[in-house]
C-alpha cells in the first residue's frame, strides 16, 4: 500500500460503481458455478478419499459464498505453501480485516480467486485443479464460426504481411499506410476478443457471444474506441525496426482471458513475428485460475491441442449430446496453417509463456518496481508491453477514482514516463476507472441512454466502449 497512489481505490460500498455489483451479484454468482462444477467432476470419481476431499472443498466454497453474502470479514487465506499469502493476509490486517461489503473492490476481487485457489492448493488430490476450465473451454467450442473466420483471414494476412517485407512496386509511403493500416486491424481484434470474457458476460447464450466476435461486430465497433493510441504505437514500433534492424525487439503480451481472447492474442503475436514487427514475443499467463477466464499454462497448451485436430474438437458432441457439423476441408487446412506457424515461432523461441506471481498478486501495478523488480527489468528489455483486458487496466491504475481526464500516463505512476517501458493498455471498458479522455467526453457518455447520467458511469460497466492507451516510458 506504501507504493500506491493517494488517490482512493473504488470500494464495494459505492452503491452507484460496479464494485458493488460485483460484490452482490455477480460474486455470488460465480461462486455458485464453481460449486456446480466441482460436484459434477466430484459425482464421476470412483477414489473416496478424493471424492470426499472434494465435498469438503465444495462446503468450503459454501462457506465462503455464506460469508460474503452476509457481509462477514474477509478472514485470512489459509497458507497453501505459496510465499504470496503472507502479502495478501498482511495486507488484510493493514486495512483493518475489512468486511466483504466496505472494502477496496480490487483487493477482495483478487482475494477471492486467491482464496478459492487455496482450498484446491491445500488439498492431497485436487492441487491443480481449475474449476473454470470446463466453463472456459466450452465457450471457445462457440467461438468456432469467429475461430475460423480469423483462421482464413490470418493466411492471408501472413501473405500481405510477407509481401509488405518484399516491397515490391510500392513506394515506401504506399509500403507504410498498409502496414499501419493492417497494424490497426490486427490490434483491433485483439482489442475487441476482450469484449467477452465469462466472469462479466454470465448472461450471454453462445450466439450473443458469437455475434460479439464476428468482423462486422469489429467493424461497428471502430467508433466506440474512444481513446485510440494505435498510430503512436505503430509509429514507435517502425522505429524500433528501424534502429536496430538486426537486433532483438521482443514484444510482450500481458494476457487476460483464454479461449477466444488467446486465439485472437496468438493472432496478433504471429503477425507482429510474420510482419517482422517483432523478432519474439513474450506471452504472461496467471499462475492459477483466476477472474474465471484469465489464461493460465494448462489454457494455453489446451487451445493448441484443440488445433491439432480441429474435426475431432468442433464436431464433439457436448455434455447435453449435441453434435455439431463437419468442418471443411478448406477451414480444417486454415487451422493447420495456423497451428504450424505458431508451432514453429514456438519451437524457434521466437514466441514463449512467462508465467509470474506478481500477475496474481492482490494490488495494482503501482507495486512492481518494489515487489517485483526483476520482472520490472525484465520488460523493460521489451519493445512494446501490451497489457490486456480490464483487471489489467484497473491495476495499472490502481483502480482509483481518478478524474477521467488525468493522462493516462500520470495514472499509471512508476510504470509511465522515463520508466523504460513502453505500456499499451488494450482495454474493453467494464470497470468505474477511465482515464486519458478528453474533457467532456466522461459527461457525453453518461448523458447516453443508459449511460448513467450524473450518477454513475454505468457506460463504463458493459465492455461496448473501449480505450487504446499508450504511454512510451522509453521517449
Ligand atoms: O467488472 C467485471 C470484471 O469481473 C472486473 O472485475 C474485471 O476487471 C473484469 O470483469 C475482468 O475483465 P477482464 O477479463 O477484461 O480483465
Ligand atoms: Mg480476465
Known sequence: MEFDPKTPQYLTSDKLSFASISANERWPVIITGAI??????????????????????????????????????????????????ASYNKELEQRGNPHWHDVPWL??????????????????????YDVFARQKMNTFKSSRPAVLELAARYRDIVIEAESGKAKDGKSAEEVEAAERLLFSEMCEICLWGNATDLSLLTSLTYEDIQKLQ????????????????????????????????????????????SGFELFVDMILAGYLLSAGLATSVVLHPKRLPWFVSDVTPKDFSDLLSSMV??????????????????????????????????????????LILRPHAFWTAQGGFWRMPHDAPELFEDLKESELVLFKGDLNYRKLTNDAQWDPTTPFTEAIGPLGPKSGIRV?????????????????????????????????RKWAWSGKWAVVSLSDGKA
Not at 459464498?65 to 499469502?85: A, T, V
Not at 482495454?427 to 450524473?454: F, H, I, N, Q, Y
Request: glycine share 8%; with cysteine; proline share 3%.
Open 36 to 85: 456446480d462444477d466441482l460436484h459434477r467432476t466430484v459425482v464421476g470419481v470412483n477414489d473416496d478419499e478424493k471424492a470426499n476431499e472434494g465435498k469438503g472443498i465444495t462446503a468450503n466454497l459454501a462457506k465462503l459464498k455464506y460469508e460474503l453474502q452476509h457481509d462477514r470479514q474477509l478472514s485470512p487465506i489459509d497458507d497453501d505453501g505459496h510465499p504470496d499469502i
Open 424 to 456: 499499451l493498455a488494450f482495454r474493453t471498458c467494464k470497470a468505474d476507472v477511465v482515464v486519458g479522455l478528453p474533457e467532456g467526453e466522461d459527461e457525453k457518455l453518461r448523458a447516453l441512454p443508459g449511460g448513467g447520467g450524473s450518477e454513475s
Open 107 to 128: 483487493y477482495a476481487e483478487c482475494y477471492l480467486y486467491r482464496r478459492i485457489e487455496s482450498l484446491f492448493a491445500m488439498s492431497k488430490h485436487w492441487k491443480g
Open 309 to 350: 485436430d480441429p474435426q475431432a474438437f468442433y464436431t464433439a458432441a457436448d455434455e447435453s449430446g449435441k453434435t455439431f457439423p463437419s468442418l471443411s476441408e478448406k477451414e480444417i487446412s486454415d487451422v493447420k496453417f495456423l497451428f504450424n506457424q505458431w508451432s514453429e515461432f514456438h519451437q524457434d523461441g521466437k
Open 214 to 257: 464476428g468482423s462486422q461486430a469489429r467493424k461497428e465497433s471502430q467508433k466506440n474506441i474512444i481513446v485510440n493510441d494505435l498510430d503512436a504505437a505503430f509509429d514507435a514500433m517502425q522505429r524500433a525496426r528501424r534502429e536496430k534492424k538486426d537486433g532483438e525487439r521482443r514484444v510482450d503480451i500481458v494476457l487476460d482471458n
